[in-house]
Structure formats: structure tokens, C-alpha cells
């Protein structure tokens, strides 16, 4: 018989408690795509090259932010889920 160690709250949802972000928070954000050159937003990974941390939701980007490959808009991005459920 084998036993498996029941696991701690932490372990399930990953979280780092210095934030306010947890792995199980990022698993429900929504990947946006750049309809100009196919870039994806993915929130678990931000945009580190533009100071946007892991776990900024794409309508939590600033008004200002523009596609890292591309230049584009926000406006110019579609959301992932919202499109695959259409399709």
C-alpha cells in the first residue's frame, strides 16, 4: 500500500503570501493575443522587459501599454478564451 502525504493549503495553490497572487489566481486570467503579429499576453509571465510583474491581468495593464513585439495597441488584442469559444 502506498501513502500519500495529504497536502498543505500552500502546496495546492502554490502561493507566495507576500503577495496577493497565487497560482490558482493566474490558472483563471486570460491570455490575450495581438491580432497584428500573434504575440501572447500571458499573465503568469507579465512582460518583465517592460516592468509588468507575473500576475498583472491584461485589464490591469497600463492604459499605455503597447504589444512588446509589435508596438500595437491594447485595443488591437483579443481574448484567447472569449475567441476559442466561439470557433
Not at 21 to 40: I, P, W
Not at 57 to 72: I, Q, Y
Amino acid at each position: 500500500f502506498f501513502f500519500f502525504k495529504q497536502k498543505t493549503a500552500y502546496e495546492i495553490y502554490q502561493c507566495d503570501w507576500s503577495s496577493d497572487v497565487c497560482s490558482s489566481d493566474l490558472y483563471f486570467m486570460d491570455k490575450y493575443r495581438c491580432t497584428v503579429c500573434d504575440y501572447v499576453y500571458d499573465p503568469k509571465v507579465g512582460d518583465p522587459d517592460n516592468d509588468i510583474d507575473p500576475g498583472t491581468s491584461f485589464d490591469d495593464l497600463p492604459d499605455d501599454w503597447v504589444c512588446p513585439d509589435c508596438g500595437a495597441e491594447k485595443e488591437l488584442f483579443e481574448n484567447m478564451r472569449t475567441k476559442e469559444m466561439y470557433e
